[in-house]
């Protein structure tokens, strides 16, 4: 999720976007060949979550993974980058005797294979990495490609910048669910935090960069004093940087 995250939660508009930069494919393990992952592609190919998917040949699956086949990925674990639902799309692609082109039926889909990694998932990481296409995503359901405006002038660079700390998402998603049942907390996402999300979002489809600007640096602005567990500590200082200089903004 470029923009979005957190806030699809409460029904904001979010945007999704394949990174090319990551990818996963289906190769075959040589008999010397050591792979710690297999066991937990056993447990995946052996699931209730996959046994419950219409039309999926789960026993073809399990069949091959027993014999060597594998998910080579170089898409980091821990990082949000959507390692499980790259995983996920693959066995869709690869194992599904019934795929479906409707957007919705595929999300609900991912999400319940999905779900076998984290309790409960949105199912829009797997889809996105399916469809190679940015999405949008409204209302938590509704799913569209999303089409976006040429920039007039150079495009924003988008850039990600690694922590060096792999997390979980499930606590923080807790946390911003309890803490929007604060009414001051609700308040001011309504009142700061969502109106500047809503004019970034748009800016961004427009390719409108006198408006895209200002309203990233409030919602950044925004995270950073509002939403404390989401930034590792040692970032914050980098974060304020580029909310001061505008030469980046996180």
């Known amino acids: 999720l470029l923009f979005g995250e957190y806030l699809l939660l409460l029904g904001a508009r979010a945007l999704a976007l394949p990174v090319p930069f990551f990818s996963g494919q289906w190769a075959w393990r040589e008999a010397d060949q050591p792979d710690a992952r297999r066991e937990q592609l056993l447990k995946f190919a052996n699931s209730l979550e996959l046994k419950s998917i219409p039309g999926l040949d789960y026993d073809a699956f399990?069949?091959?993974v027993g014999g060597g086949l594998y998910f080579r990925s170089d898409i980091p674990v821990?990082?949000?980058?959507?390692?499980?639902?790259?995983?996920c799309?693959?066995?869709?692609?690869?194992?599904?005797?019934?795929?479906?082109?409707?957007?919705?039926?595929?999300?609900?889909?991912?999400?319940?294979m999905e779900s076998h990694f984290h309790g409960q998932s949105s199912g829009i990481d797997p889809l996105t990495s399916y469809l190679n296409r940015p999405l949008l995503i409204a209302n938590r359901d509704e799913v569209?490609?999303?089409?976006?405006?040429?920039?007039?002038?150079?495009?924003?660079?988008?850039?990600?910048?690694?922590?060096?700390?792999?997390?979980?998402?499930?606590?923080?998603?807790?946390?911003?669910?309890?803490?929007?049942?604060?009414?001051?907390?609700?308040?001011?996402?309504?009142?700061?935090?969502?109106?500047?999300?809503?004019?970034l979002l748009s800016a961004?489809?427009?390719?409108?960069?006198?408006?895209?600007?200002?309203?990233?640096q409030q919602?950044?602005?925004?995270?950073?004093?509002?939403?404390?567990?989401m930034i590792p500590?040692?970032?914050c200082s980098v974060w304020?940087?580029?909310?001061?200089?505008?030469?980046?903004?996180?």
């Open 233 to 235: 500590e040692h970032l």
């Open 204 to 216: 961004w489809q427009s390719g409108d960069d006198v408006r895209f600007w200002p309203a990233l």
């Open 89 to 112: 799309a693959g066995v869709y692609d690869r194992y599904s005797r019934e795929k479906t082109t409707n957007l919705s039926e595929l999300k609900a889909v991912f999400a319940r």
């Open 78 to 87: 821990g990082y949000g980058l959507g390692s499980s639902g790259a995983l």
């Open 62 to 64: 399990r069949h091959d």
């Open 144 to 199: 569209i490609f999303f089409e976006a405006q040429p920039w007039p002038d150079t495009p924003p660079a988008v850039f990600l910048l690694d922590s060096g700390q792999p997390r979980h998402t499930g606590p923080l998603v807790q946390w911003f669910l309890e803490k929007s049942q604060e009414a001051d907390f609700l308040a001011h996402l309504h009142g700061e935090m969502l109106p500047a999300h809503e004019k």
């Open 240 to 250: 304020e940087r580029g909310l001061r200089s505008g030469d980046f903004v996180l």
């Open 219 to 229: 919602v950044s602005a925004f995270q950073l004093e509002n939403m404390p567990p």
